[in-house]
Nanobody
Framework: QVQLVESGGGLVQPGGSLRLSCVAS????????VAWYRQAPGKQRELVAV???????HYADSVLGRFSISRDNAKNTVYLQMNSLKAEDTAVYYC?????????WGQGTQVTVSA
């Protein structure tokens, strides 16, 4: 059974940084495309970043140059390093993988950017 557990969210001031973690079980992340999504109150869930199994990355325009997605194969964990955070980055962040055409999501971790 695939399980994803996110952590690392919290309250941070504008301009600050956070690193989110997504620990997986039941699936090997290094051979899977992994994505981070976020959902702000009253808004649809949106794609933030993708790390392909081959190492390619893709970022939403809104986070390009500020966020970085990476993977630790030994820990079966994917990270989202978030720098220069803005108020509009406030959202619940979710880790996502697709296996056999089924979407798997973690429980999410709240990121709040506020002075």
């Amino acid at each position: 059974q695939v399980q994803l557990v996110e952590s690392g969210g919290g309250l941070v001031q504008p301009g600050g940084s956070l690193r989110l973690s997504c620990v997986a079980s039941g699936i090997i992340l290094r051979i899977t495309d992994v994505a981070w999504y976020r959902q702000a109150p009253g808004k649809q869930r949106e794609l933030v970043a993708v790390l392909g199994s081959g190492g390619s990355t893709h970022y939403a325009d809104s986070v390009l140059g500020r966020f970085s997605i990476s993977r630790d194969n030994a820990k079966n964990t994917v990270y989202l390093q978030m720098n220069s955070l803005k108020a509009e980055d406030t959202a619940v962040y979710y880790c996502n993988v697709v296996r056999e055409l089924r979407n798997y999501w973690g429980q999410g971790t709240q990121v709040t950017v506020s002075a």
